[in-house]
């Protein structure tokens, strides 16, 4: 099987930020915490007295400070405006108590306070901060949803919901809990937005295997929020389980199939992440990483809104990452939380992790490519990536034409589908409905525009370039697209300059390139007279239809066009016919005049045509006598 | 309708300079037909001829074109220096006065159709055996019998305005249609550099042309007129073969290309590709699936593989008939479309002289003999089609025929455009309006100049 491999790019596609944010490691007098909501780090030397340290991917956020130790820390997160500490430690009492600390400018302020949860005999299993004065008590019994005034050190009760969960699982992005009732049976989503919560759907599993925390994620991809589940050895086979699948379950948002079911093929422990809209999915035992796209259009397997994905890519090993020394990679001190974030707690690093665009066209089969072309059109960060591959395409024509046509197909019709947002968007006016497309994800868009500047222009003498246009216009129309000024400038440019006039009149006669005023006086300029005047008498340019045949000597034709097409006249100065006129036979001259002076209202003879009123009384008076 | 056979007295082609000595007049003659004329017979006509030619240089630098005695009408063609072809007909012929051959003219061979006639014969020799001139003097008389003899024999030429008018009839494509035939050609040749793509025909009509616009006709003559009629006869014939052979086959050589000897076989021919600026010799290759049929060439000095041409065909075959089936549902949409919009019996007739585009109303065509334009009309067709100078560059002429026939003639910008119309009682103003309108309606999207 023929290979494709991207010039330059690197085998990895899967890497660590490079620079990785360091803390002290976890050790007996150190503590060490993680919010994922805020993506922070917290270090806790001595339970605080000797010092806090909070690191995050954003500098801005850092800080230290120092505190009392009041028992063991079991959680410790920043609201979201890093105004308020909360603090939930492990009491002898068990009591579902938070403590408070108001910030200034990262700072502790002295005022500190505590809240009990409104269950006084429920147990504390976390809690989260939906919104900047917003906290959620997460119990087994229930969550409570309260307002904190820092002011008046004090907590407002504003909803509260009764559950019986042992665990939970939460996102930050889409603001929903996840509690786990019935042994983990049974999986119960909530929404906490506008103070208030919403019960959403449940999650039913299958009561015989029931999920532990541990294969539980709520991860947000392509607009939605999807609970990820862990399903061991499907086939039930005790001796011998299968592989390990990921179901990704609908929790939220609007999808054409609710349920995803991602192909491992592989067994033993497992981590996920979110990249770029792509799932992460992490292998310890074989150090490798496999990547999932749900947004790529598969045969669904027989049931309705569940389809299967296999890995987009062969497995491959997270880059080896440097701390400055190579450290060792899928670490069993490895904590992985949503959705990027991956922290080595022994070496004191926070990394996140990220795609590497380039390295998905490393060395993959060449019937690969335009799939793997779709897959980088829906990424963000993927546009130099698509265009690298368009251009090595290009430039080797001759051993992947078939490959470059249908890339040029996947490109269209994302070109075409943006196209169509855009028009009804203007259709709808500005101030419509803007606000709402804000949050969807704009994928890279390769414009006709685009495509001639960035592709074509620099390579107008690579030998199968015709060929190229040719694909690429194909393509166009295929989508249902009209091929624009840009890519017919091209065309013409490109067929021109390797010498195939012949099929540049053909795609003209057949109006594969759009009629435009540009194209005909490209026509005309080249020497096909014949398609430049039809193209312009289909664009009812008539005033360019005079003024080429003036430029042809035929004054008599001109102002027939003038006075002839499309029912309207078209001014023409007379004294440019009469111009014309004077040099040809005096029957012409005569004719010419006539006609003008029986049309006066457009180009009857006037201005400046003093000198042709002479000749003609010349003419006539010469007849006469 | 005239049959060529029982009306073409002989055609011969003869070159002086090959027997200057007396003795050696025969051979000067590189062919004759017919066959049975004896060898006096035949130094007699091609002698009057010589004697003409030579006797008008006198007056004219330019040759010779015609000479017409009371019996016998000769035209005469000097495609290359000192190579005559001469085709002869014979005229009906009373003893009245010559004003009588006004009425009784259209019984013969229109000149212009005659001298066409020799035009194309000498460019299909040329296509497949070169100029006269590169034939060495011993080859010649042979080459020019086995070419010419099947080719006299199998013309069926008649008086019909399409032998008038040598065009090409196109075939109307969508664009996505006519873009899948361009990328097919493109991925052929991009995957057999070799081999290049010169034309691509559907049914009778062409869709791409890789020609030169002199090399296209007579290529496309020889397949329409010649090659897939026959081509045609034999899927009837074998109707199971055919659809055995659904994924397409050569057709040129006749047998196909199965072993390395077949390749021995490959026709050669002379021609020049549209972009290119002189002929050259290749090898032909035709293929042909469905109703489509692609013809490709190749330099003669390539070294040929039999290899290529099976993989060639195991790659073109499906490839092929999946546009050919593409292309038949467009024919038939458009088929159903002209149908309605050629309901009327309008006859026009279209000619473009850039890319010899041809194109008649349905009542113009061959399949309904019935309604032939009558000889006087198309006499006067042919005058206005040959005497391009009187027109210029764009113009109309109105005539009008005894019989109530107006027939009017547009030249705009290299194209013409022939209405027929009968009309008893109409005048020049009716006449040039419904005229107007019937260009107007047929020729969308052209530009004509005013009248």
Redesign the interface.
């Given at each position: 099987m023929a290979k494709f491999s991207l010039d330059d790019s690197e085998e990895y596609y899967i890497k660590l930020s490079d620079q990785p944010k360091r803390f002290d490691a976890d050790s007996p007098v150190t503590n060490v915490f993680f919010d994922d909501t805020n993506g922070q780090v917290f270090t806790v030397r001595s339970g605080g007295v000797t010092g806090v340290t909070v690191i995050g991917m954003d500098n801005s956020k850092n800080t230290s400070f120092r505190m009392e130790d009041r028992g063991p820390i079991i959680s410790i997160k920043f609201s979201p405006d890093h105004k308020i500490l909360a603090i939930q430690r492990n009491h002898e009492s068990q009591n579902p108590v938070i403590e408070f600390v108001n910030f200034k400018d990262l700072a502790p302020t002295n005022v500190e306070y505590s809240h009990t949860c409104k269950w006084k005999n429920a147990k504390l299993v976390g809690f989260v901060w939906p919104k900047a004065n917003e906290i959620a008590f997460v119990t087994d019994h229930g969550i409570e949803l309260l307002q904190v005034l820092p002011e008046k050190k004090q907590l407002k009760s504003l909803k509260s919901t009764s559950f019986s969960g042992a665990w939970f699982s939460w996102c930050a992005l889409s603001n929903i809990v996840l509690l786990a009732g019935n042994n983990g049976a049974l999986l119960q989503p909530f929404l906490l937005n506008n103070s208030s919560i919403t019960k959403l759907q449940k999650l039913e599993l299958d009561a015989a295997r029931p999920v532990v925390e541990r294969d539980v994620f709520l991860l947000r991809l392509c607009d939605a929020t999807w609970c990820a589940v862990f399903r061991h050895g499907v086939t039930t086979n005790v001796t011998a389980p299968g592989p390990t699948e990921v179901w990704l379950l609908l929790v939220s948002g609007t999808v054409s199939h609710s349920t995803h079911i991602l192909k491992t093929g592989l067994v033993g422990r497992f981590a996920v992440n979110v990249v770029d809209d792509l799932v992460v999915v992490h292998h310890q035992s074989s150090q490798t990483s496999l990547l999932f796209d749900i947004a790529e259009t598969v045969g669904t397997d027989g049931h309705v809104g569940q389809v299967s994905h296999a890995p987009l890519l062969p497995p491959a090993p997270l880059r080896p990452a440097r701390v400055p020394d190579l450290c060792p990679m899928y670490s069993s001190n490895w904590v992985v939380f949503q959705p990027d974030y991956i922290i080595d707690a022994r070496l004191g690093c926070l990394w996140r992790v990220t795609l590497v665009p380039s390295a998905l066209a490393h060395n993959i089969p060449k019937d690969d490519i335009p799939r793997i072309v779709a897959v980088l059109l829906r990424r963000s960060d993927s546009e130099d990536t698509i265009y690298r591959i368009l251009v090595q395409l290009v430039e080797n024509t001759d051993s992947y034409l078939v490959e470059l046509t249908k890339v040029f197909d996947e490109i269209n019709s994302v070109y075409k589908q943006w196209a169509e947002c855009e028009m009804a968007r203007s259709v709808a006016g500005v101030g419509g409905n803007a606000g709402t497309e804000v949050g969807s994800r704009t994928p890279v868009v390769v414009s006709q525009t685009d495509f001639c500047t960035r592709v074509l222009h620099a390579r107008a003498h690579m030998p199968r370039l015709v060929q190229v246009v040719a694909a690429y216009a194909a393509s166009l129309w295929r989508q249902g697209l009209v091929v624009q000024q840009p890519v017919a400038e091209a065309c013409v440019r490109v067929l021109v300059s390797h010498g195939r006039g012949g099929r540049l009149r053909a795609l003209v006669r057949r109006r594969c390139l759009p009629d435009s005023r540009p194209l005909a006086c490209q026509l005309l300029a080249l020497g096909e007279l014949q398609l430049a005047l039809d193209m312009m008498a289909r664009l009812q340019r008539t005033a360019d239809i005079v003024e080429v045949l003036l430029g042809w000597d035929e004054p008599v034709a001109a102002a027939g066009v003038s006075r002839s097409s499309g029912g309207v006249p078209v001014p023409v100065p007379a004294r440019k016919l009469l111009a014309a006129a004077r040099p040809r036979p005096p029957h012409t001259f005569l004719a010419l005049y006539h006609a003008l002076q029986l049309q006066p209202v457009t180009s009857a003879p006037g201005e400046q045509c003093d000198i042709y009123d002479e000749y003609y009384k010349q003419l006539t008076s010469e007849q006469t006598s | 309708m005239i049959d060529v056979k029982t009306k073409i007295t002989s055609f011969f082609i003869f070159n002086s300079s090959f027997g200057p000595k007396e003795g050696e007049e025969l051979k000067r003659v590189l062919f004759f037909h017919p066959n049975h004329i004896s060898p006096d017979a035949r130094k007699n006509q091609v002698g009057l001829c010589e004697a003409v030619v030579k006797f008008m240089s006198t007056f004219s630098s330019e040759p010779c074109e015609a000479l017409q005695t009371q019996t016998k009408r000769y035209i005469f063609y000097q495609p290359e220096k000192g190579y005559w072809m001469v085709l002869v007909v014979t005229i009906p012929y009373a003893t009245k006065a010559t004003s009588a051959i006004g009425e009784t003219r259209g019984e013969v061979l229109n000149p212009s159709i005659m001298s066409d006639l020799l035009v194309s014969a000498y460019k299909m020799f040329k296509l497949f055996m070169g100029s006269f001139k590169d034939i060495p003097m011993e080859n010649i008389y042979s080459t020019c019998e086995e070419f010419f003899n099947p080719y006299i024999m199998s013309k069926n030429l008649t008086n019909d305005i399409s032998d008038l008018i040598q065009g090409v009839s196109y075939l109307p494509?969508d664009?996505?249609c006519?873009?899948?035939v361009?990328?097919l050609i493109?991925?052929l040749?991009?995957?057999y550099?070799d081999f290049k793509c010169i034309s691509f025909v559907y049914n009778d009509q062409l869709i791409?042309?890789?020609l030169a616009t002199n090399d296209m006709l007579t290529l496309y003559q020889y397949l329409v007129q010649t090659l897939l009629p026959k081509q045609v006869e034999k899927e009837i014939q074998g109707g199971a073969v055919a659809a055995a052979q659904r994924h397409g086959r050569f057709i040129s050589p006749p047998d196909g290309i199965r072993t390395s000897d077949d390749l021995k076989k490959l026709v050669k021919v002379y021609l020049r590709c549209?972009?290119d600026t002189e002929s050259k010799q290749y090898y032909l290759i035709i293929y042909r699936t469905l109703s489509a049929t692609m013809c490709f060439t190749i330099d003669v000095n390539t070294t040929l593989e039999i290899e290529t041409f099976r993989s060639l065909d195991a790659f073109i075959g499906p490839h092929l008939s999946t546009i050919a089936s593409t292309i038949s549902e467009q024919c038939a949409l458009h088929a159903l479309q002209t149908a309605q919009m050629l309901g009327t019996d309008q006859k026009f007739v279209y000619f473009?002289r850039?890319?010899l585009a041809y194109k008649s109303s349905a009542s113009l065509s061959k399949l309904v003999p019935s309604t032939a334009i009558k000889p006087e009309v198309l006499s006067i067709i042919a005058d206005i089609h040959t005497d391009r100078k009187s027109l210029g560059?764009?113009g109309e002429v109105i005539i009008k025929t005894p019989d109530e026939y107006w027939i009017t003639g547009k030249t705009s910008?290299?194209?013409e455009f022939y209405v027929i119309i009968q009309e008893k009682n109409a005048n020049l103003k009716e006449i040039a309006d419904e005229v107007k309108r019937i260009c107007e309606a047929q020729m969308k999207?052209?530009?004509f100049?005013?009248?």
């Amino acid at each position: 099987m023929a290979k494709f491999s991207l010039d330059d790019s690197e085998e990895y596609y899967i890497k660590l930020s490079d620079q990785p944010k360091r803390f002290d490691a976890d050790s007996p007098v150190t503590n060490v915490f993680f919010d994922d909501t805020n993506g922070q780090v917290f270090t806790v030397r001595s339970g605080g007295v000797t010092g806090v340290t909070v690191i995050g991917m954003d500098n801005s956020k850092n800080t230290s400070f120092r505190m009392e130790d009041r028992g063991p820390i079991i959680s410790i997160k920043f609201s979201p405006d890093h105004k308020i500490l909360a603090i939930q430690r492990n009491h002898e009492s068990q009591n579902p108590v938070i403590e408070f600390v108001n910030f200034k400018d990262l700072a502790p302020t002295n005022v500190e306070y505590s809240h009990t949860c409104k269950w006084k005999n429920a147990k504390l299993v976390g809690f989260v901060w939906p919104k900047a004065n917003e906290i959620a008590f997460v119990t087994d019994h229930g969550i409570e949803l309260l307002q904190v005034l820092p002011e008046k050190k004090q907590l407002k009760s504003l909803k509260s919901t009764s559950f019986s969960g042992a665990w939970f699982s939460w996102c930050a992005l889409s603001n929903i809990v996840l509690l786990a009732g019935n042994n983990g049976a049974l999986l119960q989503p909530f929404l906490l937005n506008n103070s208030s919560i919403t019960k959403l759907q449940k999650l039913e599993l299958d009561a015989a295997r029931p999920v532990v925390e541990r294969d539980v994620f709520l991860l947000r991809l392509c607009d939605a929020t999807w609970c990820a589940v862990f399903r061991h050895g499907v086939t039930t086979n005790v001796t011998a389980p299968g592989p390990t699948e990921v179901w990704l379950l609908l929790v939220s948002g609007t999808v054409s199939h609710s349920t995803h079911i991602l192909k491992t093929g592989l067994v033993g422990r497992f981590a996920v992440n979110v990249v770029d809209d792509l799932v992460v999915v992490h292998h310890q035992s074989s150090q490798t990483s496999l990547l999932f796209d749900i947004a790529e259009t598969v045969g669904t397997d027989g049931h309705v809104g569940q389809v299967s994905h296999a890995p987009l890519l062969p497995p491959a090993p997270l880059r080896p990452a440097r701390v400055p020394d190579l450290c060792p990679m899928y670490s069993s001190n490895w904590v992985v939380f949503q959705p990027d974030y991956i922290i080595d707690a022994r070496l004191g690093c926070l990394w996140r992790v990220t795609l590497v665009p380039s390295a998905l066209a490393h060395n993959i089969p060449k019937d690969d490519i335009p799939r793997i072309v779709a897959v980088l059109l829906r990424r963000s960060d993927s546009e130099d990536t698509i265009y690298r591959i368009l251009v090595q395409l290009v430039e080797n024509t001759d051993s992947y034409l078939v490959e470059l046509t249908k890339v040029f197909d996947e490109i269209n019709s994302v070109y075409k589908q943006w196209a169509e947002c855009e028009m009804a968007r203007s259709v709808a006016g500005v101030g419509g409905n803007a606000g709402t497309e804000v949050g969807s994800r704009t994928p890279v868009v390769v414009s006709q525009t685009d495509f001639c500047t960035r592709v074509l222009h620099a390579r107008a003498h690579m030998p199968r370039l015709v060929q190229v246009v040719a694909a690429y216009a194909a393509s166009l129309w295929r989508q249902g697209l009209v091929v624009q000024q840009p890519v017919a400038e091209a065309c013409v440019r490109v067929l021109v300059s390797h010498g195939r006039g012949g099929r540049l009149r053909a795609l003209v006669r057949r109006r594969c390139l759009p009629d435009s005023r540009p194209l005909a006086c490209q026509l005309l300029a080249l020497g096909e007279l014949q398609l430049a005047l039809d193209m312009m008498a289909r664009l009812q340019r008539t005033a360019d239809i005079v003024e080429v045949l003036l430029g042809w000597d035929e004054p008599v034709a001109a102002a027939g066009v003038s006075r002839s097409s499309g029912g309207v006249p078209v001014p023409v100065p007379a004294r440019k016919l009469l111009a014309a006129a004077r040099p040809r036979p005096p029957h012409t001259f005569l004719a010419l005049y006539h006609a003008l002076q029986l049309q006066p209202v457009t180009s009857a003879p006037g201005e400046q045509c003093d000198i042709y009123d002479e000749y003609y009384k010349q003419l006539t008076s010469e007849q006469t006598s | 309708m005239i049959d060529v056979k029982t009306k073409i007295t002989s055609f011969f082609i003869f070159n002086s300079s090959f027997g200057p000595k007396e003795g050696e007049e025969l051979k000067r003659v590189l062919f004759f037909h017919p066959n049975h004329i004896s060898p006096d017979a035949r130094k007699n006509q091609v002698g009057l001829c010589e004697a003409v030619v030579k006797f008008m240089s006198t007056f004219s630098s330019e040759p010779c074109e015609a000479l017409q005695t009371q019996t016998k009408r000769y035209i005469f063609y000097q495609p290359e220096k000192g190579y005559w072809m001469v085709l002869v007909v014979t005229i009906p012929y009373a003893t009245k006065a010559t004003s009588a051959i006004g009425e009784t003219r259209g019984e013969v061979l229109n000149p212009s159709i005659m001298s066409d006639l020799l035009v194309s014969a000498y460019k299909m020799f040329k296509l497949f055996m070169g100029s006269f001139k590169d034939i060495p003097m011993e080859n010649i008389y042979s080459t020019c019998e086995e070419f010419f003899n099947p080719y006299i024999m199998s013309k069926n030429l008649t008086n019909d305005i399409s032998d008038l008018i040598q065009g090409v009839s196109y075939l109307p494509l969508d664009k996505n249609c006519f873009f899948k035939v361009i990328c097919l050609i493109d991925l052929l040749e991009v995957t057999y550099p070799d081999f290049k793509c010169i034309s691509f025909v559907y049914n009778d009509q062409l869709i791409w042309n890789g020609l030169a616009t002199n090399d296209m006709l007579t290529l496309y003559q020889y397949l329409v007129q010649t090659l897939l009629p026959k081509q045609v006869e034999k899927e009837i014939q074998g109707g199971a073969v055919a659809a055995a052979q659904r994924h397409g086959r050569f057709i040129s050589p006749p047998d196909g290309i199965r072993t390395s000897d077949d390749l021995k076989k490959l026709v050669k021919v002379y021609l020049r590709c549209e972009d290119d600026t002189e002929s050259k010799q290749y090898y032909l290759i035709i293929y042909r699936t469905l109703s489509a049929t692609m013809c490709f060439t190749i330099d003669v000095n390539t070294t040929l593989e039999i290899e290529t041409f099976r993989s060639l065909d195991a790659f073109i075959g499906p490839h092929l008939s999946t546009i050919a089936s593409t292309i038949s549902e467009q024919c038939a949409l458009h088929a159903l479309q002209t149908a309605q919009m050629l309901g009327t019996d309008q006859k026009f007739v279209y000619f473009n002289r850039l890319n010899l585009a041809y194109k008649s109303s349905a009542s113009l065509s061959k399949l309904v003999p019935s309604t032939a334009i009558k000889p006087e009309v198309l006499s006067i067709i042919a005058d206005i089609h040959t005497d391009r100078k009187s027109l210029g560059n764009y113009g109309e002429v109105i005539i009008k025929t005894p019989d109530e026939y107006w027939i009017t003639g547009k030249t705009s910008n290299e194209r013409e455009f022939y209405v027929i119309i009968q009309e008893k009682n109409a005048n020049l103003k009716e006449i040039a309006d419904e005229v107007k309108r019937i260009c107007e309606a047929q020729m969308k999207g052209i530009f004509f100049y005013p009248m």
